[in-house]
């Protein structure tokens, strides 16, 4: 029983951890900023005029 419930906590924890991180990426849009970062940076790279994109 004690075996049990060990497993059933570290699952708990597992799924509080990736509910938690889930949150922060949704509720801060960091999915957006970090590729509108990337979207910047890719035009940097490949573009000759200027570009600013703005999310």
């Given at each position: 029983?004690?075996?049990?419930l060990?497993?059933?906590?570290t699952?708990?924890?597992?799924?509080?951890?990736?509910?938690?991180?889930?949150?922060?990426?949704?509720?801060w849009?960091?999915d957006?900023?970090?590729?509108?970062?990337?979207?910047?940076?890719?035009?940097?790279?490949?573009?000759r005029k200027?570009?600013?994109i703005?999310?």
């Amino acid at each position: 029983m004690n075996k049990l419930l060990k497993i059933l906590w570290t699952v708990f924890k597992v799924l509080f951890v990736v509910v938690f991180v889930l949150f922060v990426v949704y509720f801060w849009n960091l999915d957006q900023k970090v590729l509108g970062w990337l979207y910047t940076q890719v035009n940097r790279i490949h573009d000759r005029k200027n570009v600013d994109i703005k999310f």
